[in-house]
Antibody
Framework: EVQLVESGGGLVQPGGSLRLSCAAS????????MNWVRQAPGKGLEWVST????????YYADSVKGRFTISRDNSKNTVSLQMNSLRAEDTAVYYC??????????????WGQGTPVTVSS | EIVMTQSPATLSVSPGERATLSCRAS??????LAWYQQKPGQAPRLLIY???TRATDIPARFSGSGSGTEFTLTISSLQSEDFAVYYC??????????FGQGTKVEIK
């Protein structure tokens, strides 16, 4: 069974930093791109970032580009999201999600349970 | 960026009735569309991909249709566990991979 378990969320002041992690199991981790998707309180889903299985390619939403960095450790089956210069509008539940297929297209399955991030003074 | 628009925002349906949810893309996404279900306090769950293929263990009462810019998710006979928020997502062109704003299916 594929499992994704996020950690690292919490309360941080504006301008601060936080590092989220996602531990994966149940599949050949290095074969799949991994994603972060967030959901602000009471709002919809927003794709944040993607990293390819071989770590060569990374992608970011414009809203986080230059502030967030995605990385992965295929020896430990983990993917991380380093979040710097955090803003109030980054407040959200952050989900780790596996790229569902091994092909070119990026839909998400499964999702982790999410880790909440609150940016507030 | 491809903008996804879902309608209606809220759908009130009685148990046992059919629910029809719509998703429109600002440009063609071919059949590269997924649907997700999200219940309160839970992570989204994949229901449909490639516009009409049910994901593993998804009941047959869920069906998807459409291609290009117009898509539909139909729940043939609503069960109590189906009351949730449903999102569509295009993966034809990205990044960014974009979601609709969601349709809440509530008990009438």
């Amino acid at each position: 069974e594929v499992q994704l378990v996020e950690s690292g969320g919490g309360l941080v002041q504006p301008g601060g930093s936080l590092r989220l992690s996602c531990a994966a199991s149940g599949f050949t981790f290095s074969n799949y791109a991994m994603n972060w998707v967030r959901q602000a309180p009471g709002k919809g889903l927003e794709w944040v970032s993607t990293i390819s299985g071989n770590t060569v390619s990374t992608y970011y939403a414009d809203s986080v580009k230059g502030r967030f960095t995605i990385s992965r450790d295929n020896s430990k089956n983990t993917v991380s999201l380093q979040m710097n210069s955090l803003r109030a509008e980054d407040t959200a539940v952050y989900y780790c999600a596996k790229k569902a297929s091994g092909g070119a297209y990026n839909w998400f399955d499964p999702w982790g349970q999410g880790t909440p991030v609150t940016v507030s003074s | 960026e491809i903008v996804m628009t879902q309608s209606p925002a809220t759908l009130s349906v009685s148990p046992g009735e059919r629910a029809t949810l719509s998703c429109r893309a600002s440009q063609s996404v071919d059949s590269n569309l997924a649907w997700y279900q999200q219940k309160p306090g839970q992570a989204p769950r994949l229901l449909i991909y490639d516009a009409s293929t049910r994901a593993t263990d998804i009941p047959a009462r869920f069906s998807g249709s459409g291609s290009g810019t117009e898509f539909t998710l139909t729940i043939s006979s609503l069960q109590s566990e189906d009351f949730a928020v449903y999102y569509c997502q295009q993966y034809n062109k990205g990044p960014p991979w974009t979601f609709g704003q969601g349709t809440k299916v509530e008990i009438k």
